[in-house]
């Protein structure tokens, strides 16, 4: 039985303005675009935008491994600020727990976006890098859908 706490920041600019990406965040059909990294064309997602909502992904029956994202909505002030606990579990086995953070600050350009994650990684079945790459994974994802909607 182990532990690993790590605290890591992506940053990213958006050429929209915070609305555009606060909203890419809150509505659960954009959300589901670019947050799905199991490219099936039906997720299981279920999504509750306010504080104290829950928000859940599941990956298609019978995919193996099977990933559960589980969060509540801890903290949002529209168009700047949005925090969430969640647990991920794959196969019915809890591999993390984290805090994550979105800040959204307008710029001239649009938006430049701050993420911040602090989790507990547990017994070695997750780590902060792999958490990180898939983090940074939906990120470009959310570009692409940005792009697409403007």
């Known amino acids: 039985m182990s532990v690993d706490n790590s605290s890591w920041s992506i940053e990213r600019d958006y050429p929209h303005p915070p609305e555009r990406v606060f909203t890419a965040w809150a509505d ?61 579990s794959m196969d019915d086995q809890r591999t993390s727990v984290s805090v994550a953070t979105v800040e959204l600050h ?15 990684y547990l017994d070695g079945l997750d780590n902060w890098d792999s958490r990180r790459i898939g983090t940074t994974s939906q990120l470009d994802n959310l570009a692409t859908v940005l792009k697409e909607q403007a």
């Not at 193996?64 to 991920?88: G, S």
């Not at 938006?111 to 994650?117: A, F, G, I, K, S």
């Open 106 to 120: 307008a710029t001239p350009a649009g938006t430049h976006l701050v993420y911040t994650e602090q989790g507990a």
């Open 28 to 88: 659960p059909s954009a959300k589901v675009r670019w947050f799905d990294l199991s490219g099936n064309d039906d997720p299981d997602y279920h999504g509750d935008f306010r504080v104290g909502g829950m928000e859940r992904f599941r990956t298609p029956a019978g995919a193996r491994p099977a990933f559960t994202y589980d969060a509540q909505y801890r903290d949002i002030v529209e168009n700047e600020r949005i925090v969430t606990t969640y647990e991920m």
